[in-house]
């Protein structure tokens, strides 16, 4: 009898101090608040982005994808792009957004009215500014080779016509769009940099280059790494700067893993083919993204 | 008598040297500056030129090499506007068609963005953290990376040539920012404000709706242009979704251009000026909201 009851009543226990757990410290018509509020982002998150996910990885889970995918000649010259377009373009355009930021700091109207056109390519739209860039690289009427006969009598190459500059050109187009952003952001870095550390430092004799060297770049150097990270992560995606500025040739030499992608799923209508293109660069994003939610949590902590 | 005036004839000279060595870097530095920023200014505005100088050139004097117009027309901006190319038959349903994109993402993003911080940082929702890692986790995963699957989603929904297709990619993938700049803004809005509004009686809805959205209003413009921005910008899941005339936008009507033989590159030019000028008038009307906004939440998470 006694035991009966007991296992009767055991469930009912856990079912409410489960049901407790789950509320916190909220109460019984506030709990219900709480999760109306939170639901429509789980329902975006879940429909829109998880579900996503696993229909990719559903999509890119045969092993004989890789293998047809390894031997295309095609993804090769691919993979050398994308590492040549991450290595470049993230480090040289954090490298100039760092001295940049620095330059910025000066006091004045002129630095707040140069900044003010600076950030322009920042607020123009990509396609905008890429596509102007695409027909100002054409080799026969673009701006660029005019430039160049008009000033030195020198016949411009057809850049686009060929890899190496046609992946340089994108590459050059992706620093000139995003290093006013990042620019921005180290700016905003450095004007946290309380005054009376550079003060401090200035009287102990750091100016200039040991300044820079033993205060400012230390106590940026981690809001570099993560922005470093971010961008070779946004940079791994990046669709438009290709697409507008090569258009991924010629002859297909320029492309990156997310053109690639794009371009076997749709053009030559392999979307599997096109999946296992931008999964083979998990190995790298994954390691990326959990360096990166760490950073980023712990920073978000640290404030 | 002479002790002294030579004592200051030493000391002004003194003074005089250390002020030309002060003045020499001064003058150097000068230098430097208006070096750099006509460096700055050229290279940041070479593009943008190009954009401007062709869209004013009458449609012949495209293929030519002048670096300036020989003869400054509007033409081009008239044909934009009046849809006068055959290119150009759809101008203003695909502005449109932009606009209704561009609202519908940042009103959602906002609406969404502000409940979910508001349930996490301010209710204190248990298990919120999962939710947050849900964000950081889409904040970090490149959208073109999910576009084919996407794609393949919409397609078994019949959801193609529908432009709420992009508008709930785009919400999917923005609202994880905003989340992260409101929560970041709500940090500095103190938990009292809420408990006290709760003692006198207020509901949650109550105070989500007078008291937390009113007290994050900077952050909500920021977030808000963020969103836009976003929308404005993003190319590829348009170009795969929005193939009819009726769905169209802007971004995948100019890439048509780019792909025919004969571009019209002076109406191109146009087209593209015109569509960059509301992000441009947005971004500069709230350029210092937008600036903290980046720093508090793209940043520091």
Redesign the interface.
């Known amino acids: 009898m006694s035991t009966s009851i007991v296992d009767v009543s055991r469930p009912a226990i856990q079912r409410r101090t489960f049901a407790r757990s789950l509320r916190g410290s909220l109460k019984g018509g506030e709990y219900t608040w709480a999760l109306a509020f939170v639901v429509p982002y789980i329902a975006v998150f879940v429909a829109f982005v998880a579900y996503p996910v696993v229909y990719g990885l559903w999509m890119g889970s045969e092993v004989s994808l890789y293998r047809e995918l390894f031997s295309d000649p095609i993804y090769q010259s691919t993979v050398v792009n994308t590492v040549l377009y991450l290595a470049l373009g993230v480090n040289i355009k954090m490298f100039l957004a760092l001295l940049l930021s620095g330059f910025f700091m000066r006091p004045g109207w002129w630095m707040k009215a140069l900044l003010l056109i600076f950030v322009l390519p920042w607020a123009v739209p990509q396609i905008s500014t890429f596509i102007s860039i695409h027909w100002m690289l054409n080799g026969e009427w673009g701006f660029l080779n005019n430039v160049l006969y008009q000033l030195f009598h020198i016949e411009g190459p057809s850049w686009l016509n060929d890899r190496w500059s046609a992946l340089g050109a994108v590459i050059v187009s992706h620093i000139w769009k995003w290093t006013p952003f990042w620019t921005l952001i180290l700016l905003a870095g450095r004007m946290a940099i309380p005054l009376e550390i550079r003060d401090t430092a200035r009287v102990d004799g750091a100016t200039g280059v040991k300044g820079f060297v033993y205060i400012t770049f230390p106590l940026l150097a981690n809001l570099y790494l993560i922005c470093t990270l971010l961008s070779t992560i946004f940079l791994l995606g990046d669709f438009n700067a290709v697409t507008f500025v090569s258009g991924g040739g010629p002859a297909n030499t320029t492309h990156v893993l997310a053109t690639l992608g794009i371009r076997n799923a749709f053009e030559i209508a392999q979307p599997r083919l096109g999946v296992a293109a931008v999964m083979s660069a998990l190995p790298m994003v994954i390691p990326l993204v959990i360096v990166l939610m760490r950073k980023l949590r712990t920073a978000e902590v640290q404030l | 008598m002479s002790t002294i005036t030579a004592e200051a004839r030493l000391a002004s000279r003194a003074t005089s040297r250390v002020g030309s060595s002060v003045r020499l870097r001064r003058y150097l530095s000068t230098i430097g ?1 208006v070096v ?2 006509t460096a ?2 050229v ?9 401007v ?2 869209s004013l050139e009458p449609e012949g004097d ?6 300036f117009p020989r003869v400054w027309s509007i033409e081009s901006f008239w044909g934009v506007l009046t849809q006068g190319h055959w290119y150009l038959e759809h101008f203003w349903h695909q502005f449109a068609n932009s606009i209704y994109m561009g609202a519908m993402v940042t009103i959602l993003t906002l ?3 502000s ?2 911080s ?3 940082g301010r ?6 953290w999962l ?1 947050s ?6 904040y ?14 919409m397609q078994n929904y019949g959801m193609a040539n529908n432009l709420w297709s992009v508008i ?2 785009l ?3 923005a ?1 994880p920012y905003a ?2 700049v409101l ?2 803004y709500g ?1 500095s809005i103190p938990i009292e404000v809420d408990e006290s509004a709760r003692i006198d009686g207020a ?3 109550q105070i ?1 709706l007078r008291i937390y959205l009113p007290l994050m209003a900077p952050a909500l413009v920021a977030v808000g242009t963020y969103a836009m ?1 976003l929308a ?2 993003e ?2 899941y348009q170009f ?1 979704l929005l193939s009819s005339k009726s769905s169209m936008t802007v ?1 995948v009507a ?2 048509q251009f ?1 792909s025919s033989d004969q571009s019209p ?1 002076n109406f ?2 146009a087209t ?2 015109i ?2 000028l509301p ?2 008038a947005i ?2 009307a709230f ?1 210092r909201r937008m ?2 906004g ?2 508090m939440g ?4």
């Open positions: 500056t750099l920023s700055i200014i290279w940041t505005l070479v593009p943008i030129y190009n954009m100088m062709i495209v293929f030519t090499d002048h670096i609406v969404i963005g409940l979910t508001f349930s996490i209710m204190r929702i248990r298990y919120g939710v890692n849900a964000a950081l986790l889409t970090v995963i490149p959208a073109s990376f999910l576009a084919i699957p996407f794609y393949r989603i709930a990619a919400v999917a993938f609202t989340f992260f929560q970041e940090r509901s949650p809805g989500y921005l404005w910008n190319y590829l795969l971004p100019l890439a780019l590159w191109m030019m593209a000026i569509y960059a992000p441009v971004y500069y350029r600036t903290s980046l720093t793209g940043v520091k998470g």
